[in-house]
Nanobody, 111 residues
């Protein structure tokens, strides 16, 4: 039973933007917090960002000032807005909440 559905990945040029979505509308729980991770080829999965229900956010130093996390409670969906993308942001991005993981969405930053 899929409970976190990700979308929004794709190919973008350096300096571009993407917004990832993590849709929990089909789940039985309401999002109260969401973590985002990414895994680049040949590398370990790394933490990217976190938001809790009180809108407190934290970011990895590598994305601070460029990425923004948010939650739309009405849609039970979390977002990761990614601006000023760099080639080193290329990875599969995952959302996670309450021990569940999304399926991952590929982000490729390349000219």
């Amino acid at each position: 039973q899929v409970q976190l559905v990700e979308s929004g990945g794709g190919l973008v040029q350096p300096g571009g933007s993407l917004r990832l979505s993590c849709d929990a509308s089909r789940s039985v729980f309401s999002i109260t917090a969401m973590g985002w991770y990414r895994q680049a080829p040949g590398k370990q999965r790394e933490w990217v960002a976190f938001i809790d229900g009180g809108d407190s956010t934290n970011y990895a130093d590598s994305v601070k000032g460029r990425f923004t996390v948010s939650i739309d409670n009405a849609k039970n969906t979390a977002y990761l807005q990614m601006n000023s993308l760099k080639p080193e942001d290329t990875a599969v991005y995952y959302c996670t909440s309450k021990g569940l993981w999304g399926q991952g969405t590929q982000v490729t930053v390349s000219s």
